[in-house]
């Protein structure tokens, strides 16, 4: 008895140990791969109850004692062998195996060897167990049923199977996982060893060496664990990597066959993945002179294209050398990427440049065109090949060449959009006028460039030019004629005695008093017609209107101005909006057919960014056509507006990106509401914080008075009695 229990501790000693590595892996979980960690920590767990159960059998004096602790320790016997299995699978990342069901089906053996075991003596498994003599003292003997036998060989089967994934996983690996493997091998290498040399019958019967020999596997594993971090990187995460990239990804040996390839990979091959394994890639690849080229290092990209259920997809392949520690080449990867979605939109891109009615060009810095598009032929009348590698300023007049080149710098130094109108030489002779812009994209490597856009618009300058001539002309003589005629009119008042001639006078002097209007209203629109491309800065509201509403209450003793008006309202406008302000103001009076013609104003803010300023009046309305004429943008003989002071509103609100809406009120009287966008006063105003809220309300007709509590000026204007 005295050496089976000295003997005895080297198998607890072993479970120990197995027992500490299996509580080092579970409370440093964090540090591990949870699918690795689990099945390691059963094994080393089984690996403990093996040979604990093992060491205390030893160590038990009575039969009863040592079948019941031998009983326990196969336990853990029937599952190191499954639990091995197991875990080689989850290391190497064979996911496709360890599901719910394969897990289960892997637990039928164990689970089924344990019953019979705990059936007792006289099963198929175990028939009998007995106390053996030896010089020593007394060992447990058993006698196996017919089951024992299969058990032996299913275990040794998957232990080789678990030993053979892990030695895959060597010859295969790039050297990122060589030392995990090789530890994992070693670890392995004893309990192997010693259940080849149980099997082969070359060590005493009496005496197991396996449960002992995985004390050895546990100390290789907390050294590992301790020095090496055994499980922080493993084939799993490179697999599931693998296995889920969107680009094909294709591994070749040296001699450029088929080693691996993942799923998005099937879609290049002109067969089965299974099938290409092994195969050389060109023959199982669609484009295979292009293939050799790439391998040959004749091309840097293989562009492929492939028909398949989907629609037609595009792929660009690009090869990487996989070089061995001695410097030889052990073979190269090919990865595929899916450029279908690029393709197209560079193809709708190219679409919609090819068919522009525009010329858009590429240029250096220089001055060289890179690119022009083949719209040139139509705008200069010249072929895109004969402008491309040019100087884009060998067709500029002459009198352009400095503000192209001032242009041409100014984008160079900044990421603006620059815009300007150039003159070029069309191919007939002529000079044709061009609206660019320009943009720099030098550091766009899709461009590296200044993208230029033209556009001709010589007609519609030449029709700006000889309407602005037609305008000068109309004005002048039409002041100077009309001067003439107003001169007479003055001239016959004040000579005729007849009142149906000084009446003909009257109307004489009243229309050519119309007509100068007329003339100064078109000069105000010559002097708008660019108002949109006029910079918009803050501009203070109420002064200008309090200054309009004095005026005309001084020029038209008769009209009653109501006024409902803040301290400051302060908006986003051209300086040109003051003349719209007076022109809706004077519409307002001039139509207005009422014996006591009546006009209120009210600035009113009904959001934070909208400045609402209202002109409302007590006359006949504007007519239906008018507004649908204005409304529309376009005249006929049958909606048009009378006179230009409308059309001068739209214009010049539309340039200060605001707008005017006109309500018509029942019986009579009309609304003119303008909106603009509401602006903050400039820093270097006087802070007027503590008038803001205030509100200035008076009504006027030759002397203004008080006109306070009147809620709007609809209220005041529809009290008026119809006259």
């Avoid at 103001?585 to 001039?590: F, Q, W």
Wanted: proline share 4%; charged share 25%.
């Amino acid at each position: 008895m005295v050496l089976t229990t000295r003997l005895a501790v080297l198998p607890l000693l072993a479970g120990t140990l197995c027992g500490i590595v299996t509580v080092v892996v579970l409370v440093q979980f964090r540090l591990y791969s949870r699918r690795v960690r689990i099945p390691f920590s059963l094994l080393m767990l089984a690996a403990g109850i093996w040979a604990t159960g093992y060491g205390l059998q030893l160590a038990s004096g009575s039969l009863a004692a040592k079948a019941v602790w031998n009983q326990i320790g196969w336990v853990g016997a029937i599952s190191v062998p499954t639990l091995w299995f197991a875990f080689s699978l989850a290391y190497a990342g064979e996911n496709r195996v360890l599901t719910r069901r394969g897990v289960a089906a892997l637990a039928v053996e164990p689970a089924l060897v344990a019953v019979l075991l705990f059936a007792g003596s006289g099963g198929p498994l175990v028939s009998d167990y007995t106390l053996l003599s030896i010089p020593t003292g007394a060992v447990l003997g058993s006698s196996y049923g017919p089951l024992f036998d299969a058990h032996i060989l299913y275990s040794a089967a998957l232990c080789l199977v678990g030993a053979f994934v892990f030695g895959r996983l060597l010859v295969r690996d790039d050297g990122a996982y060589s030392h995990g493997v090789l530890v994992m091998l070693l670890g392995a290498s004893a309990p192997f060893l010693s259940f080849s040399v149980r099997l082969l019958g070359l060590w005493p019967h009496w005496f197991e060496w396996t449960p002992t020999s995985f004390g050895v596997s546990a100390a290789v594993a907390l050294v590992a664990l301790r020095s090496d971090e055994l499980f922080d990187v493993t084939p799993v995460a490179r697999n599931a990597v693998f296995s889920r990239m969107r680009d094909g990804i294709v591994v070749l040996d040296d001699r450029n066959r088929v080693v691996e390839a993942n799923p998005a990979a099937g879609a290049v091959l002109s067969v089965e993945r299974s099938e290409a394994i092994g195969s050389f890639v060109a023959d199982v690849c669609y484009n295979p002179l292009g293939m050799q080229a790439l391998l040959a290092d004749e091309r840097n990209v293989l562009e492929l294209t492939v028909d398949t259920t989907d629609g037609r997809r595009h792929y660009e392949a690009t090869a990487t050398r996989l070089g061995g520690d001695n410097g030889h080449e052990r073979g190269r990867t090919l990865l595929f990427r899916d450029v279908t979605d690029y393709r197209q939109t560079e193809e709708q891109f190219r679409a919609l440049i090819e068919n522009s009615r525009d010329l858009i060009a590429i240029v250096d810095c220089d001055g060289t065109l890179e690119y022009v598009s083949p719209s040139a032929s139509h705008v200069i009348g010249v072929e895109a090949d004969e402008l491309r590698r040019g100087n884009a300023f060998d067709r500029l007049h002459p009198d352009d060449e400095t503000e192209a080149r001032r242009v041409l710098e100014e984008v160079i130094d900044t990421e603006e959009v620059i815009r300007t109108q150039l003159r070029t030489r069309h191919a007939d002779g002529t000079w044709r006028t061009l609206d660019i812009v320009c943009m720099n994209l030098i550091e766009d490597p899709a461009v590296g460039g200044i993208v230029v856009n033209a556009r001709d618009v010589t007609d519609r300058t030449n029709y700006q030019q000889r309407l602005r001539v037609l305008n000068r002309v109309l004005r002048h003589d039409l002041r100077n004629d009309m001067n003439v005629i107003l001169g007479h009119a003055d001239l016959l008042l004040d000579e005729s005695g007849e009142e149906s001639s000084r009446r003909h006078a009257r109307t004489i002097r009243r229309k050519g008093e119309s007509l100068v209007e007329l003339g100064e209203r078109a000069r105000q629109i010559d002097q708008t017609i660019d108002v949109t491309t006029q910079e918009r800065t803050p501009v203070e509201l109420i002064d200008p209107i309090e200054a309009e509403l004095d005026a005309l209450a001084e020029n038209h003793p008769g009209v009653v101005v109501d006024r409902y008006l803040p301290e400051e309202a302060w908006v986003m406008a051209t300086t040109d909006v003051t003349m719209a302000l007076s022109n809706v103001v004077e519409n307002a009076v001039e139509h207005n057919d009422r014996a006591l013609p009546r006009v209120g104003v009210a600035v009113s803010r009904p959001r934070a960014d909208v400045v609402e300023v209202r002109v409302v009046d007590n006359g006949p309305g504007i007519p239906e056509s008018e507004l649908d004429a204005l409304e529309s943008g376009r005249e006929t003989q049958l909606r048009h507006v009378s006179g230009l002071g409308l059309w001068l509103v739209k214009w010049v609100l539309s340039g200060a990106d605001a707008d005017i809406s006109f309500e018509n009120h029942d019986p009579r009287g009309t609304a003119a509401v303008m909106r603009f966008v509401a602006a903050d006063p400039p820093q270097s105003e006087p802070d007027l914080t503590n008038a803001a809220g205030s509100v200035r309300t008076e009504s006027a007709t030759t002397e203004r008075g008080s006109a306070n509590g009147r809620p709007a000026p609809e209220d005041a204007v529809a009290a008026e009695d119809d006259d």
